[in-house]
């Protein structure tokens, strides 16, 4: 049983806070359509004469995550991003550990021309080239440091997708509703015609929600889920989700 069919057990789409079928969709962009490099972070690590292992930097990723998603559930001010950095290096034992928060700091620095948020996930692409081939309005919806866009065209994406709406652009990040509604004017529907898909129950799920829009769970879990949300683990689900959304059903 996928996760989309699983979570649907749990709640009745039906009675969802919005009915009208889906006309655009909204894309998070790190560990929704990209993952972290961890090849790419032990690199630098090691030009900065650090120690760490990239299977422990990949078992982190959970646990950093979490404090993440933390943090914006809390709405602690400013981007949790270093916290989020912090976190992995620590509980990857990077070494040596009195280096970790020059690391960070320089990390983030290098992130406008080296984004490590650059491992396509399986098969997310793909489906976005499915949904304009098709017609919808598709965008991409994120907390970046202020050049995705330019990351995006350097994967060779910027073709699929009608707008990217940066906070590190325009002043705003998720889950604030201004910059949902400024996805919306680019997208040019109205908020309850537009899905927005991504990772963070804080900034993605529930900020969308606050915003009016419908919202699915990327890698999520169907039991912590807020009512009429949608949970998918993979593209696959994902597509079968939107199918569902886009039909009204």
């Known amino acids: 049983m996928t996760s989309f069919e699983s979570s649907k ?3 009745d789409y039906h009675t969802a806070v919005h009915d009208a079928p889906i006309r655009a969709v909204s894309f998070d962009f790190g560990q929704t359509l990209a993952s972290l490099d961890a090849s790419m ?3 630098k690590l090691v030009r900065r004469g650090m120690r760490a292992d990239v299977g422990h930097l990949e078992r982190a990723l959970p646990v950093a995550w979490a404090a993440y998603d933390a943090a914006v559930r809390a709405g602690i001010a400013g981007h949790p991003w270093k916290l ?3 976190t992995l290096l620590e509980e990857a034992r990077c070494e040596p550990a009195s280096a970790v928060d020059a690391a960070v ?3 983030w620095d290098d992130q406008p021309t080296a984004n490590l948020w650059r491992r396509p996930i399986a098969g997310m692409i793909e489906l976005c080239r499915e949904l304009k081939s098709d017609g919808m309005r598709i965008g991409i919806l994120t907390n970046s440091e202020g050049r995705a866009a330019e990351l995006v065209a350097e994967l060779g994406w910027a073709g699929i997708f009608d707008t990217v709406v940066d906070s ?3 002043g705003v990040e998720k889950p604030d509703p201004r910059i949902f509604a400024m996805m919306a004017e680019q997208l ?3 908020q309850n015609e537009i899905v927005h ?3 963070s129950l804080g900034a993605d799920v529930k900020g969308a929600v606050r915003a009016g829009m419908r919202a699915v769970w990327f890698g999520g879990r169907a039991a912590d889920a807020p009512e009429g949300v949608l949970v998918c683990a993979a593209a696959t689900d994902l597509r079968e989700a ?3 959304l886009r039909a009204g059903t």
């Open 9 to 11: 057990k749990i709640f």
């Open 41 to 43: 972070l032990l690199t």
């Open 84 to 86: 989020f950095m912090r």
């Open 105 to 107: 700091d320089f990390l």
């Open 168 to 170: 590190g652009r325009v």
């Open 188 to 190: 040019e529907h109205p």
């Open 197 to 199: 898909v991504g990772d």
């Open 242 to 244: 939107l199918a569902a």
